[in-house]
């Protein structure tokens, strides 16, 4: 697939096109659709599309079929395979199509059409689907193909009838032997069920036995006798079955030449009201064509946008334009607001043309489209991490494709020219590649939203600006193409629109607009606002006051603070309710407990029940070593050690304090 196609999602329209046609030739055909570069090509292949057209509208669709397989079923039969009754079934309504076809063509005759006379290439064969349909039926040989083959299956019919009475006749006489009152059929014979223990009493054969081997399945002698007459009657059947297919195959190996063409002109009729199907789904018209590079759109509309919703496109370029006076437009330069519809506008007129020159009707009321020889686009951000690419370069890679595959027939599609990269050198870089082009002769029709390009446009012979409207009081683009005229993106307006500063926009304005060089080259400023014309509108009040929910940064409380001063490790401090005395040994923490040791043991307890009674530093030096209180002497001891050297089996014991107890270990 052509890149373009791609781009401007002629693939999505092939997708919908292939979805009408039946025939796996026409989807091939429809998926490797490419312009026609021949006019008296292209005019016969639009002029089948309308009459297409014109016979659906009036006589519905017509009666086609998928015929998939039938070109090997035919191959088959020449090569002397003997054909399924399945596939004879297949090949006569093949045939039935062709001849409800035809009659579908001739009652087209009276539109004095060249469509219909398709039919005068088809040929029928109705006497062989006749007795095909005769001899076959509901995938298998009828009875009535031959009086042999009746004969045969009565004979059948008559021979298990009779072994299914014998084998009925024993059971009731052995009732008693029985494990069922009726016979079964295994491995194609009648047998009955016999217990196993009374299995020597019924004579006949062993046929099988059932899952728990207490029922022995046998073919009695009297019916045995009646399943080899069976079995050579099914013999002659079978012969007889495949003499009648063979007969038939033969008569299809016949019609082989015939079918080929047949397969031929219905691929071609498939192919060619597909095309039908898809005007008709596009509510598309047909389109002029001509080879002196003039665009003419009228209500045009891109065929896979809602058409509810989309804005009809009014487009001319190129030839010589009565609008532009008798000056030739080889470019158009769009230019308006983001989301305007700048980029649908140009897609919808290069589909329009790739559509037209494959062939194809065109969604528009009317449409006068050139053919060209090569169709260039760039369109989207074309970013690429695997190929490291990003928006800018590979809208440079592209153009640079571009610039060397035109040539005068080209049509040239570029969306935002010269953006992804420094305003200035995008905007030198843009109108470049305008100069490129228009020195190249083909039509081309680019995006931007550089003011110089615009300026550029609008001075240059051979270019015109063109503009996507933009309704202000809603803020909402209209969607509307006014050729002649240069837009603005609309910024400004949009940001006042939804609040922003005057203080802001002013700056804003003064740095897109305000400095200016004057003739003697020095920068004169001004304001930027004579560029619009309702200044009051962006008359803006200052931001509001900020409702953002405020940090709050945590804070200890004031009590907190007040224990955390009021108890000190070394307190002596009283324990309520029992009134005993303790010192503190861990200071209160963030839920205002506070640990203290009582005699032979630590406890922790709530602030709340605890009132000092002498503080630390009148009872004990400012360097003192509480683990003196608090720790056993060996304890003290053993921890000396162990900061000095290793000690083997020593141990330490967290408890969440500072003087964790110590101890030694066996580690052998």
Known sequence: MDQYEHILEFDKIKEEWMAFALTGAAKEKIAGAKPFLSEAELRKDLRETTEARMILDKFGNPPLVSMEGVEKLVDSAVRGECLGACELENFAQVLVAVRRLKEYL?????????????????????????????????????DNASKLLRSLRGDILRAEQAMREKAEAVIRSNKDSMSDSFATQRNGHICVPVKKEYKFRISGSVIDKSATGNTIFIEPA???????ELVMLRLSEEDEVRRILYALTAKVAESAEIMEENLRVITKLDYIFSKGKLSQEYNAVEPKVNLSGRIVIEDGRHPLMDKSLCVPLQFRMGGMCKDYGEETIQGIVITGPNTGGKTVAIKTVALACLMAQCGLHVSCKSADLCMRSNYLCDIGDGQSLSENLSTFSAHIVNVLDILKNISPDSLVVLDELGSGTDPAEGMGLAVAILEELKKSGALFVVTTHYPEVKQY??????????????????????????????????????????GMPKRMLERAAWAAYGIKSGADGEKSGQT??????DKEFFDKQEFPVSTAPKLKKQRISSARELLAEKFHMGDSVMIYPDKKLAIVCEPINEKGVLRVQLPGKKIWINHKRVKLVVAAKELYPADYDFSIIFDTPENRKLRHDMERKYVEGAKCESDASPFSSVRTVNTK
């Not at 930027?528 to 014309?533: I, K, M, S, T």
């Open 528 to 533: 930027g606002w004579e560029n619009f014309e």
């Open 222 to 228: 009297a019916v045995a006798k009646y399943y080899e």
């Open 106 to 142: 001739k009652r087209s005759e009276g539109l004095a059409l060249s469509l219909p006379y398709y039919e005068e290439n088809l040929e029928e064969r109705e006497e062989l689907a006749e007795e095909i349909f005769t001899q076959v039926r509901a995938g298998a040989v009828c």
């Open 457 to 498: 446009a609008a001075k240059e012979p051979g270019i015109c600006n063109a503009r996507m409207t933009f309704d202000r009081e809603s803020l909402a683009p209209t969607y509307q193409l006014v050729i002649g005229e240069a837009g603005e993106s609309c910024a400004f307006y949009i940001a006042a629109r939804y």
